[in-house]
T-cell receptor, first 114, second 112 residues
C-alpha cells in the first residue's frame, strides 16, 4: 500500500492552462522532492523541501513552482502549461535521519500538454 | 561531490540467465548506496540498500548487491532472470544529509 500519493495519474491538458499536481505523504517525512523524468529515463530534480515553509530549486531549471504549507502536502504548479512540459513527474519523500532510509516514491503523474 | 555511474543503458539477458547491472560511485566519505526498480508508468521502488555492516545486501525479488569499497562499486545481481524482472533500474548514492544522487538508469530486457 502506497504511503505517498500522487494525483492525477494521467493528465492531458491544453496549452496555456494552469495545472497543479498533487503529492501527499502519510509517513510524517520532513523532506520531499519533485523529479521530472522524460522517456530517456534519467531523473532530474526540479524542486525539494526540507520542511514546512522550505522550498528550494533543484538541479534542473523548471518553470513550475511548489509550496509546503503542511508537512504532508507538496503540490507542484504550472501557471501556463506548454508542450515542452510534457513529461512524467515523480514525487518522493524521506525522513530526516541522515539519509539511510532512502526515498519513498509516488506512482507519478504523466502529463501531456497538447 | 558524490556521483554514480551506471555502465550500460541497456542490458539484455535470457530468462534463467544471470543478471548483472553495474554501478560505480564516487564519494569522499563512506556512502549509503541504493538500488531502485521502476516498472512502466510507475514510480521507483526500493530494491535494496547498503548503509553499514554486511557488505552483501539482499533485497526483494531475489536481487542482491555487494558493496566493494576498494572498487567503489555496488553491482546488482540476480542468479536467474525472470520475465517479470524487465524494468528500469537506478543506482543511487547518499553521504548523509545530502540529497540522493541517481545514476542514469539501466533498462533490463529479458527474452524468453
Amino acid at each position: 500500500e502506497a504511503d505517498i500519493y500522487q494525483t492525477p495519474r494521467y493528465l492531458v491538458i491544453g496549452t496555456g492552462k494552469k495545472i497543479t499536481l498533487e503529492c501527499s505523504q502519510t509517513m510524517g517525512h520532513d523532506k520531499m522532492y519533485w523529479y521530472q523524468q522524460d522517456p530517456g529515463m534519467e531523473l532530474h530534480l526540479i524542486h525539494y523541501s526540507y520542511g514546512v515553509n522550505s522550498t528550494e530549486k533543484g538541479d534542473l531549471s523548471s518553470e513550475s513552482t511548489v509550496s509546503r504549507i503542511r508537512t504532508e502536502h507538496f503540490p507542484l504548479t504550472l501557471e501556463s502549461a506548454r508542450p515542452s512540459h510534457t513529461s512524467q513527474y515523480l514525487c518522493a519523500s524521506s525522513p530526516s535521519t541522515g539519509g539511510t532510509g532512502g526515498y519513498t516514491f509516488g506512482s507519478g503523474t504523466r502529463l501531456t500538454v497538447v | 561531490a558524490q556521483s554514480v555511474t551506471q555502465l550500460g543503458s541497456h542490458v539484455s539477458v535470457s530468462e534463467g540467465a544471470l543478471v548483472l547491472l553495474r554501478c560505480n560511485y564516487s564519494s569522499s566519505v563512506p556512502p549509503y548506496l541504493f538500488w531502485y526498480v521502476q516498472y512502466p508508468n510507475q514510480g521507483l521502488q526500493l530494491l535494496l540498500k547498503y548503509t553499514t555492516g554486511a557488505t552483501l545486501v539482499k533485497g526483494i525479488n531475489g536481487f542482491e548487491a555487494e558493496f566493494k569499497k576498494s572498487e567503489t562499486s555496488f553491482h546488482l545481481t540476480k542468479p536467474s532472470a525472470h520475465m517479470s524482472d524487465a524494468a528500469e533500474y537506478f543506482c543511487a548514492v547518499n553521504t548523509g544529509f545530502q540529497k540522493l544522487v541517481f545514476g542514469t538508469g539501466t533498462r533490463l530486457l529479458v527474452s524468453p
